[in-house]
């Protein structure tokens, strides 16, 4: 690191920052152009990756990153919204049961801390990924109105921009995988990942910053910036996912204190 950028660091208005995934950082294994060398430019700069992406553990995130050229980054730093929702449900109920519906990594990640029990689940759980079908859902919706489970959704996101069967594709996401339960039990779900704070409070646990040093950096509006800004951290939209560069974002939101086209520009911006 030479002194220009010891000086330049010194005059950013935040001390730490939290990164946002898919379309910030990749696209399925694709990097983002900008990106490996965005990461190289705050390695000195603490981080956490903050991902509403339940389908992976931590460690398979970060082996990922390192496949596709990125600096591995510390397990521990990346919290995705299915270590947020097992965690969160075993402080609600240390060793509950739950009956999951999505990929391997949230029912492994459920697994850490509660039981697979679908004749007596305390939690009925909906993430991405495949899993959903007649079965699953009467499974789920009987447990919620005859034994009283809780409805449970690692993130709200009601599509995802994502690769399926090798062609990049529209996926569903969480949000929408909940909506037959919602409409079939009349019960509303809880709603784990951004715009929620959980996922937010502990990334800034792990870093140990106050929010309000802190820049959240994301591709959506609607989760990552809103979230963010919630709890009075500052943001950065890049457009190199939801939104592309120029397209109008939604009237009804704050915008975001930087809006670029992608890291690069930020970068430049910001004299990293
Ligand atoms: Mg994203």
Request: proline share 6%.
């Amino acid at each position: 690191m030479n002194q220009n950028n010891c000086l330049a660091k010194a005059e950013l208005p935040f001390s730490a920052i939290l990164l946002d995934m898919d379309g910030v950082l990749f696209h399925g294994m694709n990097p983002i152009d900008g990106a490996i060398d965005f990461m190289h430019s705050i390695k000195h700069i603490p981080h956490a990756f903050v991902t509403n992406n339940p389908i992976r553990l931590p460690k398979s995130m970060a082996d990922k990153m390192a496949e596709i050229g990125f600096r591995r980054p510390d397990e521990e730093l990346i919290i995705t919204s299915g270590e947020a929702t097992a965690a969160w449900l075993a402080q609600q109920k240390p060793g509950f049961r739950f009956f999951a519906i999505g990929a391997g990594g949230l029912h492994q990640s459920l697994q850490k801390y509660g039981y697979e029990d679908k004749d007596n689940a305390d939690y009925v759980v909906v993430g991405e990924g495949e899993g959903l079908d007649y079965a699953a859902l009467t499974t789920g919706i009987n447990l919620i109105l005859k034994q009283g489970a809780q409805l449970i959704c690692t993130n709200p996101d009601t599509s995802v921009d994502a690769f399926y069967r090798g062609k990049r594709a529209i996926l569903p996401g969480a949000g929408a995988l909940v909506a037959p339960f919602i409409t079939a039990t009349g019960k509303q779900p809880v709603i784990i990942g951004k715009p929620r704070p959980l996922l937010y409070e502990i990334a800034l646990q792990q870093l140990q910053v106050q929010a309000d040093i802190c820049l959240m950096i994301g591709d959506r509006p609607d989760t990552d910036i809103l979230g963010a800004q919630q709890l009075g951290i500052q943001t950065a939209l890049v457009r190199t996912g939801r939104f592309a560069p120029g397209e109008k974002l939604p009237d009804n939101m704050a915008a975001p204190d930087w809006d670029v086209e992608n890291l690069l520009q930020l970068k430049n911006l910001l004299g990293l």
